[in-house]
């Protein structure tokens, strides 16, 4: 209940046979809830997140209070795109996340996870070629497709500008 923000990075809400911690159902809805009374939420991409990679190694997140909470749709099935993207596009560059930050230097999005916006999510960041979100909001809740563990993401880390994004994006969450 005293929580303004939560962050959910490569947290197996599946079968966790490959030993990583699940997240218990009551703590998911607890979350919801709080997200639905103003609490921001952010979860980040990778092969334990959002339905991720595979049955026993993977998010599963797909029909849950925590997918329900979030700006963007979560497959039923495989959602990795390991290829990533090498131009992401900029599709409201004034938003408070994204604004001032100079994406024409990215060389690199990396990997991601496959979702789709919600018919009421704002794609902020998307993949031109595939046509999916990076970046997805809706509310305080953000939807951040890409990883953070230093796979998908090596390139987009190394980015001047990475440090800045993540700042913006913590800020928004608790503005």
Known sequence: QSYDAFIIGELVGGAGFNGAIMME????????????????????????SYQG???????????????DALPVAISDDWDTNDDGCNEPRIE???????????????????GY???????????????????????TVRGKSVAYAGGLAGGWDSDFITWADFGTMWLQLARYLVD
């Open 25 to 48: 159902m009551d703590l998911q809805e607890a979350i919801a809830k709080r997200v639905a009374e103003g609490a921001g939420l952010a979860m980040i991409g990778g092969w334990c």
């Open 92 to 110: 409201n560059g004034d938003h408070p996340i994204v604004a001032g930050l100079d994406w024409a230097s990215v060389e690199r999005f990396g």
């Open 53 to 67: 990679g595979m049955a026993d190694w993977s998010g599963q997140w797909h029909g849950t209070p925590i997918d």
């Open 113 to 135: 996870n496959k979702v789709t916006a919600d018919e009421d999510g704002e794609v902020l960041v998307s993949d031109p070629a595939a046509g999916l979100p990076l970046i």
